[in-house]
């Protein structure tokens, strides 16, 4: 079982090669194809798309990840020079840097770059730009055939990774890579670190001579690339595999050879048939690469259109499960909620059917320890109050108090000049507030008070206008 599968899809604007690799083995080739489309205005990416999603339906693909190399000449490369040499302010500034450069508008172009060299002076970088409709109709067209790649880089780049990763360099030797696809060529110089190649393209024909074109660019191009480390090895990669190397060989006074595309990408030679360049191969290859090695350092869309396949998609999960925890728990507490209930019902059912019988003995007093010897007592109380010996104490006594009050005040009232202002009458006492014709006055009422078998309790006096006010409680005598 090959685990996960990368498509690698090298794109141009007629033409387009897929790769497919499995994990295992650091690049396991799976399969390839290539489709095209005869040039018409507006609709070539749309029509590329569909045969691409067709061709793997075709070979039952299910990949996870997808990776586009972008043929050179849907961006450009330009030399810049930054004056930062941190990586986080080139980041910063490589817009305005560019725009500087190139004294154009920039805000309809993605940028993608690599530091070439950095000294305290500043770094070179080599900057990449790609219009942003082009990516939206590429994006666009794949995305409607359930393709979304996670990178869109240059073929370029996708190439230099396919050398630096599966071809075999010689040690201690500054190579020079030829990679001529049917209309494109590319210069690749790898150093001895083996990090950060310089790359160059050109035009090539058809069915033009390819030796008579390396003839004449490679001089350039080792001029170019061999200032500080002159070039001492050319590898050849023709897709026509119609360039003689040792005869290039001593043409150009240094070692010559070919790129064994299938010792390379580990597969059968057969297994490039389906694939109308070797070229275009290695470069989907190295596309799908960058998913095993996670670079994806020029990247066009971290600067247009971000990637958010997977994130989508986990928002999406996290929302349904979110979703469906609170649901879960609503059940759950409804469920419990009722369980709760049913178990209450008997005990409160049992509550509303002895609460009224049993209201007595739950909240009432206790019974006397004599009940017969009470009720004796209660009965002779009753006969005195009716008879008028004693006074009530009970609710019942309230008027009888009233009665001797009023004994007492029709006593003195004319004398005193009584004037009452307000009486309270509660079962325990009664509370008088009104006033006399002096002080002296207020206590013969006092006095006429107590000779009717009242006990003033509390008392307040004062004089104020002429008059005695007062204010007291009164209740009758107890009966010793």
Not at 194 to 208: C, I, M, N, W
Request: charged share 25%; glycine share 6%.
């Amino acid at each position: 079982m090959d685990g996960q599968k990368y498509l690698g899809i090298y794109l141009s604007k007629d033409t387009a090669t897929i790769v497919c690799l499995g994990s295992r083995g650091r690049g396991h080739v799976l399969g390839c194809f290539s489709v095209s489309v005869e040039e018409t205005e507006g609709q070539n990416q749309q029509e590329l798309a569909r045969l691409i999603a067709e061709g793997c339906a075709e070979r039952e693909w299910k990949f996870s990840e997808v990776a586009v190399a972008l043929d050179c000449a849907m961006f450009m490369q330009h030399n810049v020079h930054s004056e930062f040499s941190d990586p986080k302010q080139v980041a910063q500034t490589v817009r305005f840097d560019t725009e500087e450069a190139l004294s154009t508008d920039i805000s309809e172009v993605a940028i993608v770059f690599k530091i070439i060299s950095g000294d305290e002076s500043g770094s070179e970088l080599s900057i990449f730009t790609a219009e942003r409709k082009i990516l939206s109709d590429v994006l666009h067209s794949l995305q409607s055939n359930n393709i979304d790649p996670i990178t869109i880089e240059p073929d370029v780049s996708c190439l230099s990774r396919f050398i630096l990763q599966k071809v075999s360099l010689p040690e201690d030797l500054h190579t020079l890579f030829a990679m001529l696809s049917r209309r494109r060529g590319y210069f690749i110089a790898c150093g001895k670190s083996r990090e950060t190649p310089a790359v160059r393209t050109f035009l090539a024909s058809p069915t033009g001579d390819k030796t008579s074109l390396l003839e004449r660019e490679v001089p350039v191009t080792t001029a170019l690339f061999g200032a500080d480390e002159p070039v001492k090895c050319l590898k050849v990669l023709d897709s026509a595999d119609s360039v003689n190397c040792q005869q290039f060989s001593q043409k150009l006074g240094i070692e010559v050879g070919s790129v064994d595309l299938a010792e390379a990408a580990q597969t059968e030679p057969d297994a490039l048939g389906d694939c109308a360049d070797t070229v275009e191969f290695a470069i989907a290859y190295g596309a799908a690469l960058a998913h095993l090695e996670k670079a994806y350092d020029l990247n066009f869309r971290n600067d247009f259109m971000p990637y958010q396949g997977k994130r989508a998609r986990l928002q999406t999960v996290l929302k349904f499960l979110s979703v469906s925890a609170t649901i879960v728990m609503l059940a759950l507490g409804v469920y419990f909620q009722m369980q709760l209930l049913r178990r209450n019902r008997p005990r409160s059912r049992l509550r509303d059917k002895f609460a009224k019988q049993y209201s007595i003995v739950m909240r009432g007093k206790k019974p006397p320890a004599k009940p017969v010897k009470k009720l004796e007592g209660e009965l002779r109380r009753i006969k005195a109050v009716k008879s008028g010996h004693i006074l009530a104490t009970g609710e019942e006594s309230i008027l009888t108090k009233l009665t001797l009050v009023l004994k007492a005040f029709n006593a003195c009232a004319a004398s005193t000049k009584l004037e009452i202002d307000r009486i309270t009458v509660t079962s325990k006492a009664i509370s008088i507030t009104g006033s006399t014709s002096s002080m002296a006055k207020t206590l013969t009422l006092f006095e006429a008070i107590k000779k009717n078998k009242l006990d003033i309790l509390s008392e307040q006096t004062d004089s104020k206008g002429g008059r005695g006010n007062f204010s007291i409680k009164v209740a009758p005598k107890k009966d010793s």
